[in-house]
């Protein structure tokens, strides 16, 4: 249909045939007043009459089909005015919902539109000399070319070169990052300065930008439990008042009665208030780095009355460094070359310090193959390298293994990774982690919103996890902690009657993610963590927790507030008419007021920062 498709056009037409209309009364051109009205009605109420029609084929009686029969029927018993001002008013509501929806999803349309088509393809990290190929042609693996004001086409690690890169896109920081050599690199970001040769890791929609659009557009489709309340009621809303204004026409015989009962029953406010709030607040957020996948999960984030923590990762920068090596038995160099061809196959946070520390080292010799390669939950890694058994982990995977862990000599405050080789202890490490900028203030803002129970879970010894959070508020700390023994307390959590949120970034603590009733991701952790989070913190920044709080009460305050103007309308519509002070065209215009200013509250959400 045209003029559904041309919402704007027919609007100002239906606008311009108004000021005729009413130019035509005050003359006293009483057919110019009629034509207009009738004209007006015509235009706007054909596309209803069509989506009413559509909605009864699938059996649904629509807020449209109400107005489609008003309509109808005001030009059936000449009152050409009323129903001209019915239509008019209420594509002047459909045309501002559609413009608040258009421009909430603005931000997913920038985001589109940053998307790189090229990339500069180089052989070698220090090369300078590229070829321009389509980005679809880049893969996992292969070395770009990124110059000052360009792209970043790819999720990557920098490998030669320095600069800064403007991340607002992505993370919502409002100032550049310092990028130096290991520095991570999103696509979609801008290089405003310097020259970076990057390693892609994540190309196409598996980096965080294709992920951050998939998300946003699926969340602003997706219902919280008030939205699928609304729209369950007025599946039933809409029979009743049909049915009300046949009855009152069959007993007043009053049919200009029936049919304003018809018009001001019309809860368009209420079917609109909810999405408007809905749409706005999750794009408002993810314009600053906060992806809910759906607003049901906003509206979990304001319920949630304790917050359970990782440590690695989520509290500290997940980029640990090797301190102390104590080398027991056999060459050091051999054993970090069979410690290192281990963690080469891993992307634990440990494992990457200890091959930066073994590059460093000096060591040139590619690591050993490895062979029968087994991940034991919480402890760590068996494995056989060269011939060799080999096993690398934790004090407790030795000691189930039989093998005695001699680590008196090493601090009872960082992690330990040890190394046995054919069942003998050859080597053990200080591996140490630091807490991210802005958590202390980040569990003191909480605090301030909430009277939160905030607890703290890791799989590092107990010394070691309260050490690294000494001086921060934590009501508890639980260290030794295997991923199921994380996933067992959240359970018991919920038993005790807590509303619990759990904030993590790895693979291990997914089954905590999972259960927990609302899941937080840092956007820098694993895919899998992120895949079944409820909400992503792209930023990976625990200050945008207390952000994300707020931006949830935000929104459904004004949810709450956008169904009692649309009730109170309804309500006070009804009454007016039943003791005679509302007509047909003063309640319609009562109601249509009712949806503008529903409408405009919610776009309040898209300002608020």
């Not at 594509?91 to 920038?110: C, D, F, H, M, P």
């Not at 042609?137 to 086409?153: A, C, F, H, M, N």
């Not at 003998?424 to 980040?442: F, I, T, Y």
């Not at 993590?504 to 895949?531: Q, V, W």
């Amino acid at each position: 249909m045209f003029f559904s498709q041309h919402k704007k056009g027919s609007v100002v037409l239906m606008t311009m045939l108004l000021i005729a209309a009413y130019l035509g009364r005050f003359s006293g051109l009483d057919w110019l007043d009629d034509l207009s009205m009738v004209a007006i009605a015509v235009i706007g109420g054909l596309p209803l009459i069509v989506r009413a029609a559509g909605a009864l084929r699938f059996k649904i009686i629509s807020i449209e089909l109400l107005v489609s029969i008003a309509v109808v029927s005001a030009i059936a018993i000449g009152e050409y005015s009323e129903a001209g001002i019915v239509v008019w008013l209420f594509s002047i509501g459909n045309y501002l919902e559609a413009v608040t929806l258009k421009k909430t999803r603005k931000s997913i349309q920038e985001l589109v539109d940053l998307a790189p088509k090229t990339a500069l393809k180089i052989n070698q990290p220090h090369e300078r000399v590229f070829s321009e190929v389509d980005i679809d042609e880049i893969e996992k693996g292969d070395y770009l070319l990124v110059k000052t004001g360009s792209q970043i086409p790819v999720d990557g690690r920098v490998v030669d070169g320095s600069g800064y890169a403007d991340q607002a896109s992505i993370t919502g920081e409002s100032k550049p990052s310092r990028k130096t050599i290991d520095s991570s690199v999103f696509a979609g970001t801008i290089l405003t300065s310097g020259t970076l040769a990057v390693q892609a890791e994540k190309v196409g929609e598996d980096t965080t930008f294709g992920k951050l659009i998939e998300l946003v557009e699926e969340a602003q489709d997706s219902q919280t439990k008030t939205q699928r309340l609304i729209d369950r009621f007025s599946k039933f809303y809409t029979p009743l008042v049909l049915a009300i204004a046949a009855a009152v026409g069959l007993i007043t015989k009053d049919l200009r009665l029936a049919i304003t009962i018809l018009v001001l029953g019309c809860p368009g406010a209420l079917v609109i208030g909810v999405p408007i709030s809905t749409v706005a607040g999750i794009g408002s957020a993810a314009k600053q780095g906060m992806i809910a996948k759906g607003s049901a999960a906003l509206d979990q984030l304001t319920k949630i009355d304790t917050l359970v923590f990782d440590k690695t990762g989520t509290l500290t920068t997940g980029q640990p460094s090797v301190g102390k090596v104590i080398n027991f038995n056999g060459s050091l160099a051999e054993n970090l070359k069979i410690l290192a061809s281990i963690e080469h196959e891993s992307d634990h946070p440990l494992a990457r310090a200890i091959l930066e520390y073994y590059q460093k080292s000096g060591q040139k010799d590619a690591v050993y193959p490895i062979s029968n390669s087994q991940i034991v939950d919480g402890r760590g890694i068996k494995a056989t390298v060269n011939g060799q058994s080999v096993l690398v982990g934790n004090e407790r995977l030795l000691k189930e293994a039989g093998i005695a862990a001699n680590t008196s000599q090493l601090s009872a405050t960082s992690s330990h990774v040890l190394l046995a080789v054919n069942e003998e202890l050859r080597l053990a490490l200080e591996v140490s982690d630091q807490l991210r900028d802005g958590v202390k203030d980040a569990l003191h803002d909480l605090r301030k919103l909430k009277d939160y129970q905030l607890v703290l879970l890791s799989g590092d010894n107990q010394a070691v996890a309260e050490k690294t959070v000494a001086g921060l508020d934590f009501d508890l700390v639980v260290g030794d902690l295997l991923p199921v023994d994380k996933a067992e307390f959240i359970k018991k959590l919920q038993a005790a009657g807590h509303q619990t949120a759990f904030i993590g970034d790895g693979i291990n603590d997914s089954p905590a993610l999972s259960i927990a009733d609302l899941g937080i991701a840092m956007g820098s952790g694993t895919e899998a963590a992120i895949e079944v989070a409820d909400i992503i913190l792209v930023d990976s920044s625990p200050t945008q927790l207390p952000i994300a709080v707020k931006y949830a009460k935000k929104m459904m305050h004004n949810m709450y507030e956008n169904i009692t103007i649309a009730l109170l309308t309804v309500l006070l519509l009804f009454i007016g008419l039943f003791t005679g002070y509302i007509y047909m065209a003063s309640g319609m215009l009562v109601h249509e007021l009712s949806i503008l200013i529903v409408i405009l509250n919610g776009m309040r959400l898209i300002r608020h920062n």
